[in-house]
């Protein structure tokens, strides 16, 4: 690690801690050549592979994007569009790849935002199961409509 300040090569870590979501840790380190502090935030790498083969850091505010076109109009708040992105986020990193495809990234979303809001689930849905016909909408509804019918029936 380059200290910010002289650009010496080496420094000493003088304390280390997790953030408070436990996704990364805050160190606190310490130049030896001019002895100035500063701090570093370590967290694991994600990479996301795109369709034409391009690798990009996986980004929360991406998610959030997407996600917020096709909640626009709906009920949702910035709130529940940021906790969503999270559990996306948990949900990629839980299974253990450091690189991941940008179709799973979308597939990961469907869930979660289906709890969320179901017009909104359509919407993102019909973009990344690549719906072709109505006939694909109408499947779609009646699974959820099927899945409330269990819901609701004791």
């Known amino acids: 690690m380059h200290c910010p300040f002289c650009r010496h090569t080496d420094?000493?870590?003088?304390?280390s801690r997790t953030t408070d979501d436990g996704s990364a840790i805050r160190r606190r380190r310490q130049c030896?050549?001019?002895s100035r502090r500063f701090t570093t935030l370590e967290s694991a790498s994600l990479t996301v592979t795109k369709r034409s083969g391009a690798a990009e850091?996986?980004?929360r505010a991406k998610v959030l994007a997407g996600v917020?076109?096709?909640c626009q109009g709906r009920p949702v708040t910035e709130d529940q569009l940021a906790l969503l992105a999270q559990r996306v986020e948990e949900s990629?990193?839980?299974q253990g790849s450091a690189e991941i495809d940008a179709?799973?990234?979308g597939m990961a979303i469907l869930p979660p935002l289906r709890d969320l809001d179901e017009v909104a689930y359509l919407r993102f849905a019909s973009v990344y199961q690549s719906f072709d016909s109505l006939e694909d909408f109408e499947s779609a509804i009646a699974t959820l409509r099927e899945e409330h019918a269990a819901v609701t029936t004791p």
């Open 92 to 94: 990629i990193r839980s």
């Open 11 to 15: 420094s000493r870590v003088i304390d």
């Open 32 to 34: 030896p050549e001019c």
């Open 68 to 70: 917020r076109k096709a």
């Open 57 to 59: 850091p996986f980004s």
């Open 103 to 105: 179709h799973e990234v």
